[in-house]
T-cell receptor, first 114, second 115 residues
Framework: DVKVTQSSRYLVKRTGEKVFLECVQD?????MFWYRQDPGLGLRLIYF???????EKGDIPEGYSVSREKKERFSLILESASTNQTSMYLC?????????????FGPGTRLTVL | AQTVTQSQPEMSVQEAETVTLSCTYD???????LFWYKQPPSRQMILVIRQEAYKQQNATENRFSVNFQKAAKSFSLKISDSQLGDTAMYFCAFMTYFGNEKLTFGTGTRLTIIP
């Protein structure tokens, strides 16, 4: 079974802190994604990566950056956390070229910024 | 840019009944993929069913089936003989045929199955 794990289920940070959210997948997937999920807004893509050291902006990249130094790991970074970044963050991965293949999702990290 | 609209924020249905969740989308492309994902309470998102736009036949997976109307840009999900385990958020999603493999999601429908 594909496993996508995220470093924390719940995280509480203070405004201005630097926050790292980690995602690891064990199926040698090329593609990895970071989404943000908010009630009434669904899932919105923040950043995605289709290879090591490659990244592309999604629909809402402002205030976020990412890092992919190894194929299995994709990190989301909030350089200076703000209260409007309080949200559920979901990581996903998929094979490159597998259009009809599903994206496999992690359990999510619920981040609260105080 | 593609958009996906789910007009039913919440639905509820009695156990064993049939329920249909609506999804419409907007695209100028002719070839694309459509998906329904399920997110149970406090559990991970999983794929329910997928449809390739170039296929006329509607996809079916056990109790789950879709009604794909390409001209109307509509992609509804029908759940037959609903079960308590079907209680979840359901998201409709779109992927382009060409280009990168990212999904565009709708806002979701919260479905509750009542015992």
């Amino acid at each position: 079974d594909v496993k996508v794990t995220q470093s924390s289920r719940y995280l509480v940070k203070r405004t201005g802190e630097k926050v790292f959210l980690e995602c690891v997948q064990d199926m040698d997937h090329e593609n990895m994604f970071w989404y943000r999920q908010d009630p009434g807004l669904g899932l919105r893509l923040i950043y995605f990566s289709y290879d090591v050291k490659m990244k592309e902006k999604g629909d809402i990249p402002e205030g976020y950056s990412v890092s992919r130094e190894k194929k299995e790991r994709f990190s989301l970074i909030l350089e200076s956390a703000s209260t409007n970044q309080t949200s559920m963050y979901l990581c996903a991965s998929s094979f490159r070229g597998g259009k009809t293949d599903t994206q496999y999702f992690g359990p999510g990290t619920r981040l609260t910024v105080l | 840019a593609q958009t996906v609209t789910q007009s039913q924020p919440e639905m509820s249905v009695q156990e064993a009944e049939t329920v249909t969740l609506s999804c419409t989308y907007d695209t100028s492309e002719n070839n694309y993929y459509l998906f329904w994902y399920k997110q149970p309470p406090s559990r991970q998102m999983i794929l329910v069913i997928r449809q390739e736009a170039y296929k006329q036949q509607n996809a079916t997976e056990n109790r789950f089936s879709v009604n794909f109307q390409k001209a109307a840009k509509s992609f509804s999900l029908k759940i037959s003989d609903s079960q308590l385990g079907d209680t979840a958020m359901y998201f409709c999603a779109f992927m382009t045929y060409f280009g990168n493999e990212k999904l565009t999601f709708g806002t979701g429908t919260r479905l509750t199955i009542i015992p």
